[in-house]
């Protein structure tokens, strides 16, 4: 019933072999190679870092789509003399190392879809008000521009304190949103 394979049998399958394992190691190296040169890439996250995929990067032509909708808050991470200067109307000031009460790593908060069960009690010594936590509200930040990591870290930290939503972050900053001369307060 069965026939003896054949040397020519065996060397069939070695090489079938030897190609499914070019092939891998080819798609290893293109993948590598994108994750390498594109600026999104393909993460490579642990799954603590899986939490803070909800931190999404938009255009200031996007940020304005929803500020003109009314349906966020902006919030300037920037310190509190760049957002005394000159900030988006209407957003609050809290800058990265801002106290607003205890972090997630302190006291584990749930959360609901909407932000209930979110940690949202003022800090008594500085008073930052983060009640919008609990609102259905989409959340935007900005700081001064598209390196300053000043916007990601409170944005984490929202997300630390039980904020469940995605986290918009405008990808350049204040200056673009300024150069493209969409609305902007001065001074207190």
């Given at each position: 019933m069965f026939k003896r394979t054949s040397a020519s049998g065996v060397t069939i399958v070695m090489r079938l072999i030897k190609e499914m394992f070019t092939i891998v190691v080819a798609a290893s190296i293109i993948g590598f190679g994108i994750?390498?040169?594109?600026?999104?890439?393909?993460?490579?996250?642990?799954?603590?870092?899986l939490k803070y995929k909800k931190i999404v990067p938009i255009s200031s032509f996007e940020a304005k789509i929803k500020y003109d909708a009314g349906i966020a808050l902006f919030i300037d991470a920037r310190e509190k003399s760049e957002y005394d200067d000159?900030?988006?109307?209407?957003?609050?000031?809290?800058?990265?190392?801002?106290?607003?009460?205890?972090?997630?790593?302190?006291?584990?908060?749930?959360?609901?879809?909407?932000?209930?069960?979110?940690?949202?009690?003022?800090?008594?010594?500085?008073?930052?008000?983060?009640?919008?936590?609990?609102r259905p509200v989409e959340i935007i930040i900005y700081c001064e521009r598209s390196s300053c990591g000043a916007s990601e870290m409170v944005g984490r930290r929202l997300i630390d304190r039980g904020y469940v939503r995605n986290i918009y972050i405008i990808d350049k900053g204040f200056p673009e949103w300024k150069s493209l001369g969409y609305p902007v307060e001065r001074g207190e």
């Open positions: 994750n390498l040169f594109n600026h999104h890439g393909f993460l490579l996250v642990g799954g603590r870092d000159a900030r988006i109307t209407g957003a609050i000031n809290i800058p990265p190392f801002s106290q607003f009460g205890p972090d997630a790593a302190d006291e584990p908060s749930g959360g609901n879809r909407d932000g209930a069960g979110a940690d949202t009690s003022p800090d008594p010594g500085t008073g930052v008000d983060v009640s919008f936590m609990s």
